[in-house]
């Protein structure tokens, strides 16, 4: 061991030397703003990748523990969650055959894909998400608007999110407001 203990103390003061330069050119970036923060422009590559990485990370850690109900697909809790839905998540995510509006459009980072969060992610973390909010997103933090129960209901239509077509989006759009669509004659809907 003796003949590795220079290779030891001169690796930890690399180290330290490295990390010290590190701390003063991340400290020289945000002094003098170097980094654009502008809603115009995306994150580079490497800071997207890392801030991706650690959200999923803090959701996957703090949804620990969160039980989701044993009747999270009941039709009455997807339907809630639907109405729900279209009235408060639809103008930032879009849905199925339908954009995003003007607010979600200029929003950086863009607001996620609700369709393929509902592939990636548990119920118990779609939970959190939504209850919770995201820092420095846009995405608010639901439990100030909604009970538990509504943010399980917006939990449950999310689950179902992926097999809907944008036909079948847009169908559920018409019941709900009462609207009995015409067909042409081909029976596609224009």
Not at 45 to 54: I, Q, W
Not at 61 to 81: F, N, V, W, Y
Not at 128 to 151: C, H, L, Y
Request: glycine content about 10%; proline content about 9%; some cysteine.
């Amino acid at each position: 061991m003796q003949p590795f203990k220079p290779f030891f103390v001169h690796g930890l003061i690399a180290l330290a030397f490295l990390g010290g330069v590190g701390a003063i050119g991340a400290g020289l970036v945000v002094y003098f703003g170097l980094y654009n923060v502008a809603a115009v422009d995306q994150h580079t590559s490497p800071v997207y990748a890392v801030l991706d990485y650690a959200l999923a990370q803090a959701i996957r850690q703090r949804a620990k523990g969160i039980e989701p109900p044993a009747d999270l697909s009941d039709p009455s809790r997807t339907d809630t969650g639907f109405m729900l839905f279209r009235k408060h998540c639809v103008g930032c995510h879009g849905a199925p055959g339908v954009p995003p509006g003007d607010a979600g459009k200029g929003m950086l980072p863009h607001p996620t894909n609700l369709v393929e969060s509902a592939r990636g992610l548990r119920p118990e973390e779609i939970f959190w998400v939504v209850k919770n909010g995201i820092k420095m997103t846009g995405m608010p933090a639901w439990q100030f608007r909604f009970s538990d129960p509504e943010i399980w209901a917006i939990v449950a239509f999310l689950r179902e999110l992926p097999s809907l077509s944008a036909d079948e989006y847009r169908a559920l759009e018409w019941e709900a407001r009462g609207v009995v669509p015409l067909t042409a004659p081909c029976g596609s809907l224009r």
